[in-house]
């Protein structure tokens, strides 16, 4: 006959200090909720972070989200500008209908911006492409793609390669949260591609920038560690965030039991054994208040539980 044997939990639960908001995003929540304490209402060009529970409960403050069709329609009030940054065209447009910007562009993202656009302006006289390694229609490579009068060609998959003319000078660059090995699996194609159309590669025919910002790629080898550090690792992260499904993949990659969740009401308490180490971890775009709240609902589950022994 089977007995019934009432075991305690013993599992640990750790938030990886490295995870959360990058400074970019930080910055940005930070103005957003300086100026709803002052303004009647602020209005954001886009999410102002790739997590829905942050615009929750920013919207809950007062923030309202718009698109840029709404933007054109607004007159006589203040907009924020999130961290990805805006092309050149957005900022006309304020200035057009008197609206009043609070720029919370991220300083990486509008640095590269200039380099984008000077680069851009050199290509132009040498009748050179810009290349920009990143999602097409990222809130990031819109901005990017902006400063070239919108003639950049945006790479993220080998097809895409196909819109490169390789008998032309090329200059490459990377939205800022792409995957540093990403980025230079791409730079040793084009490099290749170069080779076959002319024969040989000469470097000015070819220049790569690697402007991956070293906050978010230093957080690949950190979670390498991490996941390997623990038996279970729950990654929370908005599933908008293309950082965040990078982010989870290094998990995965590192360890099979990683699992991706949004908030504490996507846990499965099955993933779980009594003895387990579990980290919890998450995007650039994943609030810290969010992983302690998923702490919290792991550490409640039941302290015990019930195994069947002979």
């Not at 060009?45 to 933007?71: A, F, S, T, Y």
């Not at 080998?158 to 990377?174: A, G, N, W």
């Not at 290749?192 to 024969?199: F, S, V, Y």
């Not at 499965?268 to 919890?280: A, S």
């Amino acid at each position: 006959m089977k007995k019934l044997a009432y075991i305690q939990k013993l599992m640990e639960v750790t938030i990886d200090k490295n995870s959360g908001y990058c400074f970019g995003v930080e910055f940005a929540i930070k103005m957003a909720e300086d100026e709803m304490e002052v303004s009647d209402k602020l209005y954001c060009l886009g999410d102002i972070v790739h997590n829905d529970m942050e615009v929750r409960r920013l919207r809950d403050k007062g923030l309202v989200v718009i698109d840029r069709e709404q933007l054109q329609e607004l007159n006589d009030c203040k907009v924020l500008i999130r961290a990805h940054g805006e092309p050149p065209e957005t900022y006309k447009m304020a200035i057009e209908n008197n609206i009043e910007l609070i720029d919370a562009s991220c300083p990486v993202v509008l640095k590269l911006q200039h380099r984008v656009k000077t680069a851009f302006d050199k290509m132009e006289k040498e009748e050179g492409q810009i290349v920009i390694y990143g999602k097409k229609g990222h809130a990031e490579v819109i901005g990017l793609t902006g400063q070239t009068l919108e003639k950049a060609i945006v790479v993220m998959e080998d097809k895409d390669l196909e819109k490169i003319d390789f008998t032309k000078p090329v200059t490459l660059f990377s939205q800022t949260t792409k995957s540093t090995k990403g980025f230079y699996e791409l730079k040793a194609k084009i490099e290749e591609r170069i080779k076959a159309e002319k024969g040989e590669f000469n470097e000015f025919d070819f220049n790569a920038n690697d402007s991956i910002c070293r906050q978010v790629s230093n957080r690949e080898p950190q979670l390498q560690r991490f996941a390997q550090e623990n038996d279970v690792i729950i990654f929370v992260s908005g599933k908008k965030s293309s950082n965040g499904k990078a982010l989870y993949q290094v998990c995965k990659n590192e360890n099979e039991r990683s699992y991706f969740v949004e908030n504490e009401a996507e846990i499965n308490p099955d993933w779980f054994k009594p003895t387990d180490r579990i980290g919890i971890c998450g995007a650039t775009s994943t609030p810290m208040w969010l992983m302690e709240q998923v702490m919290h609902h792991i550490n409640s589950l039941e302290e015990g539980t019930l195994l069947e022994n002979n």
